[in-house]
Nanobody
Framework: QVQLVESGGGLVQPGGSLRLSCAAS????????MSWYRQAPGKQREFVAS???????NYVASLKGRFTISRDNAKNTVYLQMNSLKPEDTAVYYC???????WGQGTQVTVSS
């Protein structure tokens, strides 16, 4: 069955970087559109970035330039590189398989000094 397992979250100081990973299994990853979303405390889940099977990327405008989505089809993994992190980036970050509306369990990112 479909599985999405996120990792790489943690506590980081403002200005720092993190790279999130989402390991996928149970479906044809290489042909699948993959996305990252996030949900901050008390807020709705919001779109962060997506990447098509061909590598075309899309970002929410407010994060473009700081965050980079990528994929490694040989490893069935999608990544989210996050740079220049701010306290307002604190959230649970979720990996999402668009085709079957499936969410990973999420990984917590906390940006604080």
């Amino acid at each position: 069955q479909v599985q999405l397992v996120e990792s790489g979250g943690g506590l980081v100081q403002p200005g720092g970087s993190l790279r999130l990973s989402c390991a996928a299994s149970g479906f044809t990853f290489s042909s699948s559109l993959m996305s990252w979303y996030r949900q901050a405390p008390g807020k709705q889940r919001e779109f962060v970035a997506s990447i098509t099977s061909g590598g075309t990327t899309n970002y929410v405008a407010s994060l473009k330039g700081r965050f980079t989505i990528s994929r490694d089809n040989a490893k069935n993994t999608v990544y989210l590189q996050m740079n220049s992190l701010k306290p307002e980036d604190t959230a649970v970050y979720y990996c999402y398989l668009n085709r079957v509306d499936y969410w990973g369990q999420g990984t917590q990112v906390t940006v604080s000094s």
